[in-house]
């Protein structure tokens, strides 16, 4: 039995972003952590292995349709997927060590197995109970279920099985035009799947901009992507080599069937809280399974607090990482703050799409007046240079004091270019703050100006 400061239950990015920051503060800290590699989610099954399959799969898209052009001539690649799948493990492998150097160099105590909280002040792993004057439970998420529908990571996967297919199917069905869906869903369909996407909502990736919606889903189409839109999955049975999918469209009612190697069901992500004991200690917990916290991430029980999936808010790591530093320095006796209103958001297909602060709904909804200013990466060189001329940057901003209020963006690099936004918008700065910003020329972050202009006297290149 050991004692610390603090113990921090999930090694994910909430998790051991926080464990650092604790241990930079000065505090005794310690992490429990039942999977082989600390990371979480997002490290082993999640953000990272996703990235590096979207960039070998991009890589031959881009082989497959701009080499020629660009004169360069000769055979595309061919796949071989086992090596495919043996590059992304080793990205992963690469960063999770990472996570436990670092927990290393800042003296953090790995306490390998899950973790259950037996009373206030204690957490037990294995046999042992250790002590700790504060426990943080990041135990992150998990993918939710859909009733008549059984997951066997083989025919019927969740994102875990999609990145450790066997073998790349022919026919791939998506539950789900949520991030999930369509990142992984560009993996395959770059292999040579044919994707459909069934959606129980009339447009993909609910809550972001409608025009961002529509443009993304038309590049998806041309990019191969099928959409069955406004249907609800009734059943998914597993065939001998296949699954047969029932659905409804809402419309009308009527029921139809289709069948695939594969079917991805991505419909959304769940709280993970299994196993901690939290009826017996008393923990609140919101009708959807989310613990829930106070403005300092302490649930209503003294001395335990909850950050990540586990809590209310977007499931993203970034956001996890963010209340893991905040309540690290509340611990630390510090005014810990997230501003849950600049959480920026990114898939990353091609293009990349991605967002911050409010969409045009919201500020309807709102009663708010803004303006709009939107500029197409047609009008940028650099796009255009590259093949990425669809998509667009639109900034919204108020229509009185020139405020940004969000950012919309789909095109090349977009997840890189909204931080401009967002650095913009922690500094409460107006359109014009961008717009007067010399932007280097030939970069994409000059479509970012254009719309900032936009929102003023007018951009230049339209
Ligand atoms: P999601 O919430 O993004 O999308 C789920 C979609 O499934 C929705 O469009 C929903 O309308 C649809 N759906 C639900 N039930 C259905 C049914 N019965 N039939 C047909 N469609 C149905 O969830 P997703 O993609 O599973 O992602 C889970 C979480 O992981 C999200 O919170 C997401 O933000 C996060 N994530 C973030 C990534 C990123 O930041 N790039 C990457 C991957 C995941």
């Given amino acids: 039995m050991a004692s610390y400061d603090v113990i921090i239950i999930g090694a994910g990015p909430g998790g051991y972003v926080c464990a650092i920051r604790c241990a930079q503060l000065g505090l005794k800290t310690a992490v429990v952590e039942g999977r082989e590699t600390l990371g979480g989610t997002c490290l082993n099954v999640g953000c990272i292995p996703s990235k590096a399959l979207l960039h070998a799969t991009h890589m031959l898209h881009e082989a497959e349709h701009n080499f020629a052009t660009m004169g360069l001539k000769g055979k595309s690649p061919s796949v071989d997927w086992k090596a495919m799948l043996a590059y992304k493990d080793d990205v992963v492998g690469q960063n999770t060590k990472g996570i436990e150097f670092l927990f290393k160099k800042n003296k953090i105590d790995w306490l390998k197995g899950w973790a259950s909280i037996p009373g206030e002040g204690k957490v037990k792993v294995g046999d042992e109970v250790h002590e700790a004057k504060n426990i943080v439970i990041a135990t992150g998420s998990e993918s939710a279920s859909l009733a008549g529908v059984e997951v066997?990571?083989?025919?019927?996967?969740?994102?875990?099985?999609?990145?450790?297919?066997?073998?790349?199917?022919?026919?791939?069905?998506?539950?789900?035009?949520?991030?999930?869906?369509?990142?992984?869903g560009s993996v395959y369909a770059r292999l040579g799947a044919q994707v459909t996407v069934i959606e129980y909502l009339d447009a993909i990736t609910p809550g972001m901009d409608g025009e961002v919606q529509k443009t993304f889903q038309r590049i998806l189409k041309k990019q191969g992507f099928d959409f069955t839109m406004g249907a609800a999955v009734q059943s998914v049975e597993a065939l001998k080599t296949k699954a047969k999918i029932t659905y409804k469209l809402r419309k009308d009612d009527s029921e139809h069937t289709l069948e695939a190697d594969t079917v991805l069901v991505a419909i959304g992500r769940k709280p993970y809280t299994n196993g901690l004991g939290l009826d017996d200690l008393g923990v609140r917990l919101s009708k959807r399974g989310q613990i829930e916290t106070d403005d300092h991430w302490q649930t209503n029980v003294k001395g335990i607090y909850a950050i990540g999936d586990a809590i209310d808010?977007?499931?993203?790591?970034?956001?996890?990482?963010?209340?893991?530093?905040?309540?690290?320095?509340?611990?630390?006796?510090?005014?810990?703050?997230?501003?849950?209103?600049?959480?920026?958001?990114?898939?990353?297909?091609?293009?990349?799409?991605?967002?911050?602060?409010?969409?045009?709904?919201?500020?309807?909804?709102?009663?708010?007046?803004y303006k709009v200013g939107k500029f197409s990466f047609m009008g940028n060189g650099r796009a255009k240079a590259v093949f990425a001329g669809d998509g667009f940057v639109k900034i919204l901003a108020d229509k009185q004091t020139d405020r940004i209020l969000g950012a919309h963006i789909i095109g090349p690099a977009a997840g890189d270019l909204i931080h401009e936004i967002c650095v913009a918008m922690e500094f409460g700065a107006s359109a014009q703050d961008l717009a007067l910003t010399c932007h280097a020329h030939p970069t994409y972050s000059e479509a970012v100006r254009e719309a900032a202009l936009a929102c003023g006297d007018g951009p230049i290149h339209a």
Wanted: cysteine-free; overall charge negative; glycine content about 14%.
């Fill in 313 to 369: 808010g977007p499931m993203l790591a970034h956001k996890a990482e963010d209340e893991g530093m905040a309540v690290a320095e509340v611990l630390a006796g510090k005014k810990g703050h997230v501003n849950y209103g600049v959480i920026p958001g990114v898939i990353y297909t091609h293009p990349e799409v991605s967002n911050v602060g409010k969409t045009e709904q919201q500020l309807k909804e709102e009663g708010r007046a």
């Fill in 152 to 184: 066997d990571e083989k025919t019927v996967i969740t994102s875990t099985g999609a990145l450790d297919l066997g073998k790349i199917p022919k026919k791939l069905v998506v539950i789900g035009a949520g991030v999930i869906g369509l990142e992984l």
